[in-house]
């Protein structure tokens, strides 16, 4: 959604994934993060009403992903110790059970081993 805090990086991931026609897939917790960003004040009910109309359309690209058993399992092999944050590991868990790579800045994530882009 051109955020300036995006990475060039992760920004040109999501340009290709778009441009091969692949889908980007956004676990659902990130919904209920969003939710809490919101509460917080750091970031705007405008930019989650903007994703929210980005998810719906058909056509688009992103795509919700729920949280499954498989994902849940998958949560088994994420660290506790180095990210101890449920919500995080659930969405590193995610990126696991899914063999995908993760788009975050997350420093703890990104250190955890999984792939991910930034």
Known sequence: MDDPRLSGVAAQAFDEATSAG???YVPSICIV?????IEKGRISEQAFFAFESVVADPDSPIRLIELTFAIAKAVRKVSREAIPDMPDRIITATAIALGL???????KIRASGVTTIW
């Open 101 to 107: 790579p993760l788009i975050t800045c997350d420093s």
């Open 33 to 37: 993060e969003a939710t809490y960003l």
């Open 22 to 24: 692949q889908r980007i």
